[in-house]
């Protein structure tokens, strides 16, 4: 039974179990710190652990999840929020088996999502619990409405930076953000391209010490991915460094953070995936 299958059995089979999907948004302050590449190697990773992993390409004005795995979508969000399609209808299979959605690029109109094609997603999204165990979000960068937006939706927010100072404090205008307008207290933070394992806890060290002084939230350290040109050798051929190079050292420390995703346990479910706010809303929208 493929996915899509598993997932009109599940939406059929009796009463509606308390749905258990894992949901983690991809966010960075700074542009190109590797959260599309983060993404995609964890996906894989974890898909491989035995988990259902389903990814939704948020960025969602500059697409590129898709094009970084070499796929060809049929459908897009852009169709899901047009009412064209359901979500399970655009889902394209990837490396290991990872479903996507893919994003549609250069459309303005989706830079800023109004709050029904909030809501729209929230309910499509909603519409998929029980056929997969983890949903990856692929956010763009910056502080967008629609990055807070998915950043808040979901029950975790894994924050990406490199050790470069203008990567450190984009972070922490992005934490500070979630933090003092969406109330939002609890982070997962990843370095990423570090030269050492040293120098990626230093970059954490130094957000943290921010963070501690002007902000309530507490950060986790999800480690280091360091730099490593199999990485642009991989998204030059279109496929997870994960699948290109499995011994590199990014690949290496992308399975580690995989096993810290599952080891850890997750940030609390009142209501399932997303998040009860969110739940709150979509309810009333329903009614
Ligand atoms: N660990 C790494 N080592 C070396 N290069 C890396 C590493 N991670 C990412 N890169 C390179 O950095 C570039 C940006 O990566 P990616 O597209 O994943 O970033 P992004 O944060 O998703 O960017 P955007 O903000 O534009 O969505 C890519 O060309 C990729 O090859
Ligand atoms: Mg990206």
């Not at 009463?15 to 996906?43: H, Y």
């Not at 979630?178 to 230093?202: C, D, I, P, Q």
């Not at 501690?212 to 950060?219: A, G, K």
Request: include cysteine.
């Amino acid at each position: 039974m493929d996915q899509a299958e598993g997932l009109r059995s599940s939406r059929t089979a009796g009463p509606r179990t308390e749905p258990a999907i894992q949901a983690i948004a991809v966010a960075s302050g700074k542009g190109g710190v590797g959260k599309t590449n983060v993404v995609a190697n964890l996906a894989l990773a974890l898909q491989r652990r035995g988990k259902r992993v389903i990814v939704v390409d948020a960025d969602l004005g500059l697409a590129n999840l898709d094009t970084l795995l070499g796929l060809h979508p049929h459908a897009t969000l852009r169709h899901v929020l047009r009412g064209e399609c359901a979500i399970r209808e655009a889902l394209v299979g990837g490396p290991g088996g990872i479903q996507i959605v893919p994003a549609a690029s250069g459309f303005e109109e989706l830079t800023q999502l109004t709050q029904a094609q909030r809501l729209v997603i929230l309910d499509q999204v909603d519409s998929l619990d029980g056929a997969f165990d983890v949903l990856l979000i692929d956010t763009g960068a910056g502080i967008s409405s629609n990055v807070l937006f998915f950043a808040t939706a979901a029950q975790e927010t894994l924050v990406v930076l490199t050790p470069e100072p203008t990567a450190l404090t984009d972070a922490y205008a992005l934490i500070k953000i979630l933090a003092t307008r969406y109330a939002e207290h609890n982070f997962t933070v990843l370095v990423n391209m570090a030269r050492s394992e040293w120098e990626g806890r230093k970059a954490f060290m130094q957000l943290t010490r921010v963070t501690e002084r002007f902000l309530q939230v507490s950060l986790r350290y999800a480690g280091s991915v360091p730099y490593d040109p199999e990485v642009p050798e991989a998204v030059r051929r279109q496929q997870p460094v994960l699948d290109l190079a499995p011994a590199s050292p990014a690949s290496r420390a992308f399975e580690q953070l995989a096993e810290r995703v599952l080891g850890t346990p997750a940030a609390p479910r009142p209501k399932g995936g997303l998040q009860f706010f969110f739940r709150r809303l979509l309810a009333e929208a329903r009614a």
